[in-house]
């Protein structure tokens, strides 16, 4: 079992920075890779960025400019941030553990969300 918490969402204006933050209740180099995803209303859950075990991030195309990925792997903390943001980025941020091939399953976990709403 796999728990995640994630924070730091909240409302901010266009242009503005933002940071997020996952707990994991694990150590986070003992997953895959640990996710960032966003979900804007109406449309689905696409991935922003991601940190493999080894501490190698990948993003999207259209994420590298504005969002980086980061860890405390001390802490079983990963971060979004989140610069320059744009009012298409407002959405849910989920945190997302992925567990293929671990003991701890194969389904991975997701946390329960954090709201991101940029205004203009």
């Known amino acids: 079992q796999v728990q995640l918490v994630e924070s730091g969402g909240g409302l901010v204006q266009t242009g503005d920075s933002l940071s997020l933050s996952c707990v994991a209740s694990?150590?986070?180099?003992?997953?895959?890779?640990m996710d960032w995803y966003r979900q804007a209303p109406g449309k689905q859950r696409e991935l922003v960025a991601g940190?493999?075990?080894?501490?190698?991030?990948r993003y999207p195309d259209s994420m590298k400019e504005r969002f980086t990925i980061s860890r405390d792997v001390a802490e079983n903390t990963v971060y979004l941030q989140m610069d320059n943001l744009k009012r298409e980025d407002t959405g849910v941020y989920y945190c997302?553990?992925?567990?293929?091939?671990?003991?701890?399953?194969?389904?991975?976990?997701w946390g329960q969300g954090t709201q991101v709403t940029v205004s203009s």
């Open positions: 940190i493999g075990s080894n501490g190698v991030s």
């Open positions: 997302h553990a992925d567990t293929v091939g671990t003991s701890y399953g194969e389904t991975g976990y």
């Open positions: 694990v150590s986070i180099t003992s997953v895959n890779a």
